[in-house]
């Protein structure tokens, strides 16, 4: 025991780093970006702030349904990793439930247009995204989805709070 957690098996413990390395990369990617850089650090303009949500809105609106598909897929399985899988996958999609209505709250609440945003076409990224996801989620055993989850995961947990604060304070 380590600081009063329990010591992590091996293949947890060769796992955790090289995605704790990629969240921390990818914070860095985009904090320094010239347009995402200045949503993260309050600088951002109203209208560039509506950009970001919109497309936010659009993968957000994916997400309960590529977790369902990977629930899906796992949905026979009888062993036991195929079974927590499933039963994780689960509770993430439940878990989901409503995000991209916060997403267009957020929106309306800045004067934004809910219905163009729900009208539009993502962007280019968001639609690379977006086709990632779904091949993913096709294949017979899409535990990528829970990689892409955990970095989202992980970038909202570095980000999410000094950006709200940073947004807030502007």
């Given at each position: 025991?380590?600081?009063?957690?329990?010591?992590?098996?091996?293949?947890?413990?060769?796992?955790?780093?090289?995605?704790?390395?990629?969240?921390?990369?990818?914070?860095?990617?985009?904090?320094?970006?010239?347009?995402?850089?200045?949503?993260?650090?309050?600088?951002?303009?109203?209208?560039?702030?509506?950009?970001?949500?919109?497309?936010?809105?659009?993968?957000?609106?994916?997400?309960?349904?590529?977790?369902?598909?990977?629930?899906?897929?796992?949905?026979?399985?009888?062993?036991?990793?195929?079974?927590?899988?499933?039963?994780?996958?689960?509770?993430?999609?439940?878990?989901?439930?409503?995000?991209?209505?916060?997403?267009?709250?957020?929106?309306?609440?800045?004067?934004?247009?809910?219905?163009?945003?729900?009208?539009?076409?993502?962007?280019?990224?968001?639609?690379?995204?977006?086709?990632?996801?779904?091949?993913?989620?096709?294949?017979?055993?899409?535990?990528?989805?829970?990689?892409?989850?955990?970095?989202?995961?992980?970038?909202?947990?570095?980000?999410?709070?000094?950006?709200?604060?940073?947004?807030k304070e502007r």
């Open positions: 025991m380590i600081s009063g957690k329990p010591a992590l098996s091996p293949p947890e413990s060769t796992l955790i780093a090289p995605l704790e390395q990629l969240i921390a990369d990818t914070v860095e990617t985009v904090t320094a970006d010239p347009l995402l850089g200045r949503v993260f650090d309050g600088t951002a303009s109203r209208e560039l702030y509506l950009r970001f949500l919109g497309q936010t809105y659009h993968y957000v609106a994916q997400t309960q349904d590529q977790l369902q598909a990977g629930m899906r897929a796992f949905e026979a399985a009888t062993d036991p990793i195929g079974r927590a899988l499933y039963e994780r996958f689960r509770h993430h999609a439940a878990e989901e439930v409503g995000h991209e209505r916060w997403v267009l709250d957020d929106i309306r609440a800045l004067g934004g247009d809910v219905d163009a945003v729900q009208r539009a076409t993502p962007g280019a990224a968001v639609r690379a995204y977006l086709a990632m996801g779904s091949f993913i989620v096709q294949s017979r055993r899409p535990i990528g989805v829970m990689g892409i989850g955990v970095l989202l995961e992980g970038i909202s947990e570095k980000l999410g709070s000094s950006s709200a604060r940073n947004l």
